[in-house]
């Protein structure tokens, strides 16, 4: 099985198990999500490492016209956020979770699952904070937890057959965004915009600044000569 096709089943399996468990709060339970990633893509053969840092995405409205960037960070939590590395790319199903929060309607962003030696655009950074600890370090009540998260993410894969329809697409490099784009996907073209523009977004800046979950609006962007959607602040 190629890594492409092992990480898509891997985040939609992942993605339903922490649905099915966490119904009222899955979108901040980034640990378990890559416990779980880990477990599915080792049992897939690719060997994965677990990272802890700041993660910064920016986000659109569904039409378009609306921008902010929602992040992961705060003082003293350098490691607020968890995900995975997989043949040597970031591999993060919590990544479109962000958009799910605040005060309008956001496009799903896609899952992000970008090699580690590759510059990132100016539509998201993550922060390196160091390699996650074993499960064994955490309290036995966490532990009991996890494992019973894990055990739930091995059912699913076991019963599940082919290749499963993700909601939204990987992120693996600007190509990706581009396709996207050129296919009507409103984060894709938006992040194009952005990247293109003369101004970018201070992520280090924001990420230590407020608490945990901090919302800045993104300074407004020139609009698409083929759309009328310009993106302003909220």
């Known amino acids: 099985m190629r890594v492409e096709s ?3 089943r891997c985040a939609y399996i992942v993605d339903k198990a922490l649905k099915s468990i966490f119904p ?10 890559s416990y779980g990633s880990q477990h599915i893509l ?9 990272i802890g840092g700041s993660f910064g995405m920016f986000l659109v409205s569904a039409d378009g016209r609306r ?3 929602d992040a992961y960070g705060g003082p003293g939590a350098e490691n607020s956020h968890v995900w ?7 591999f ?3 990544s479109p979770y962000l958009a799910e929060n605040g005060s309008f309607p956001k496009a799903i962003p896609p899952i992000v699952f970008w090699p580690v030696d590759k510059e990132m655009p100016r539509s998201f950074r993550y922060y390196y904070g160091g390699d996650h600890l074993s499960p064994a ?3 036995p009540d966490v532990q009991e937890r996890l494992a019973g998260f894990i055990e739930h993410c091995d059912k699913r894969l076991s019963a599940h057959k082919g290749q499963p329809n993700l909601r939204n697409w990987l992120l693996t490099d600007m190509t990706s965004i581009r396709r996207a784009s050129q296919k009507g996907d409103p984060w894709a073209s938006a992040a194009l915009r952005l990247e293109a523009g003369d101004q970018g977004v201070d992520f280090r800046s924001m990420l230590l600044h407020g608490d945990l979950q901090e919302r800045i609006p993104v300074v407004a962007l020139e ?9 302003t602040r909220e």
């Open 6 to 8: 092992a990480v898509i």
């Open 24 to 33: 009222d709060n899955y979108f901040a339970r980034c640990m378990y999500a």
């Open 42 to 50: 080792q049992k897939l053969g690719f060997r994965t490492r677990i």
């Open 67 to 69: 921008a902010t960037i």
């Open 84 to 90: 995975c590395v997989v043949e040597d790319r970031i």
């Open 92 to 94: 993060d199903v919590s």
């Open 137 to 139: 370090t955490y309290d």
């Open 223 to 231: 609009p698409d000569r083929n759309n009328d959607a310009c993106l």
